[in-house]
């Protein structure tokens, strides 16, 4: 048994990163999953979802096949969110269901990803013996070996808190057909005083370049239209290598497969170069779409934060973003209720988003994370008046979220079109600058980049029609 340890997962050493091209190994398993499903759920952010698609490539290579019906799975995975109090709920919820199911039938039941990582959480559900395997965010490529042990072993809790290596060889199966996600790097060091993040990831490991440049060639081959290159700070990439490879450098040569759209999240406004600009102003396929969290307007609340810009230095960021890439959407993240914050703080917060118009933001009530330095600030904002701030908040984002959309009515974009829409008879994509669009079509537009001209506008989402006149 190995639980998880929130003061090894902090330490960072300067020890080398190991590239692993053969660490996942399934020769001996490739019968376990003969006759039986799993069902994988996933919480939380991309990064979650995309590693949700190697386990599940993971567990077919072993002959499993997917389920989505929980009544037919023999393997329930349930792949966790740390971030915040809300996403333990979800899942917390969750593990009660499948809790009265395993009373019933005989389940394995797999508890793995960031939650996994918390020592104090593990701790606790390690203890009620009714969870099969607990294994954390680095080691989910041993899951055959895990399941196959369950013969001899009734429990299996393995969780690394280490800094973390780059396993190459990993299976997937995508969830799309014809947008992708492609890690650039995982695990992160800004340790921003609020985040779990680099404690339950580990440290900023790169891939190397080819790596990713050979997957991005290869999906291209294999007609998907978009890579979102994925990373806690995608412009960090390469600052673990010290050879000056970065970031900029790397955008470029993936623009250079020629694969139609490239995206790429999160940016951290810290480490955003004017080389980064120059590319994406240059190259077509690199996506007019940047996501900037800003988190607070308060100078003081940032520096708390330990988010190690100013809003002056953010304010600059932006102004050259817009004035170098045409029709360039910018959303952010913002945390309201951040421990000391005050109303003179979050006024300044809206005064920000009047000044930056976002086109959507993802706000949240700061909540309390394990072993981070906020946890232990001090905290006397009532939840009421938390909640009051995001409501005004949110009401602020909406009003421009709508005034950007009503920008693009009765024009014409070109949107990759992605699958069904939840909208009768109609089919959703992406404009390039990332706004969803409804589009009344048929089935055959799906998976092909189409002009659509933009016929009615609403605050998340625009209707539109295909123009190829
Ligand atoms: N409380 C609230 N929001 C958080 N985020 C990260 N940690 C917390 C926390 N402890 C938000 C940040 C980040 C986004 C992914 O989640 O805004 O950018
Ligand atoms: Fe968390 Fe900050 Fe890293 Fe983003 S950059 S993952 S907010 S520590």
């Not at 072993?62 to 929980?70: I, K, N, S």
């Not at 490529?141 to 060889?169: F, Q, R, T």
């Amino acid at each position: 048994m190995n639980l998880p340890n929130m003061a090894d997962a902090k330490r960072r050493t300067k020890k080398e990163i190991k590239i692993l091209y053969d660490d996942y190994n399934s020769d001996e398993y490739s019968e376990l999953g003969k006759d039986k499903k799993y069902l994988i759920l996933t919480y939380g952010c991309q990064m979650n979802v995309h590693d949700s698609e190697n386990i599940a490539g993971i567990m077919e290579d072993v002959g499993y096949t997917r389920t989505e019906d929980m009544d037919e799975a023999n393997v329930i995975i349930v792949n966790t969110c740390a971030i915040r109090e809300n996403a333990h709920n979800k899942a917390e919820g969750m593990l009660g269901r499948i809790k009265h199911l395993k009373e019933t039938k005989d389940i394995t039941v797999i508890f793995c990803g960031c939650m996994a990582q918390e020592e104090k959480l593990v701790n606790k559900i390690v203890k009620n013996k009714w969870i099969d395997i607990i294994c954390g965010t680095h080691n989910y490529h041993k899951i055959p070996e895990y399941i196959a042990k369950l013969n001899k072993e009734k429990n299996i809790c393995e969780v690394y808190s280490m800094e973390g290596d780059v396993i190459e060889n990993l299976p997937v199966t995508r969830d799309s057909l014809y947008t992708a996600w492609v890690n650039i790097q995982y695990g992160c060091d800004k340790f921003c005083t609020y985040c779990i993040v680099p404690y339950t990831r580990g440290k900023q490991r790169s891939r190397l370049s080819e790596d990713i440049i050979n997957e991005v060639r290869e999906l291209y081959n294999n007609g998907y239209s978009e890579v979102t290159l994925l990373g806690q700070n995608v412009n960090a990439y390469g600052k673990d290598f010290d050879n000056g490879y970065d970031f900029a450098t790397l955008l470029g040569e993936v623009s250079q497969t020629g694969i139609p759209r490239i995206r790429f999240v999160t940016s951290h406004p810290w480490d955003f170069t004017d080389k980064m600009i120059e590319v994406i102003s240059k190259c077509d396929n690199i996506m007019p779409y940047i996501h900037l969290p800003i988190q607070s307007g308060s100078d003081r609340i940032l520096k708390l934060m330990g988010r190690k810009y100013t809003i002056k230095e953010y304010l600059e960021l932006v102004k050259k973003i817009r004035d170098h890439i045409p029709n360039v959407s910018i959303t952010t993240d913002i945390i309201v209720g951040f421990p000391g914050e005050t109303e003179e703080d979050f006024e300044m917060t809206l005064d920000i988003v009047n000044k930056v118009k976002y086109d959507l933001a993802y706000t949240f009530i700061y909540s309390p994370r394990e072993s981070t330095p906020a946890a232990s600030m001090k905290d006397d904002t009532p939840l009421s008046v938390k909640k009051g701030r995001l409501a005004r908040l949110n009401e602020l984002i909406n009003k421009y979220a709508l005034e950007s959309n009503q920008k693009m009515l009765n024009n014409t974009y070109n949107v990759l079109l992605i699958g069904e829409s939840d909208k009768k008879n109609k089919f959703m994509g992406y404009t390039e600058n990332m706004k969803l669009v409804n589009v009344k079509c048929d089935e055959s537009y799906v998976g092909k980049i189409v002009p659509v001209k933009i016929t009615d506008v609403k605050t998340w989402s625009l209707d539109g029609e295909i123009n190829d006149r």
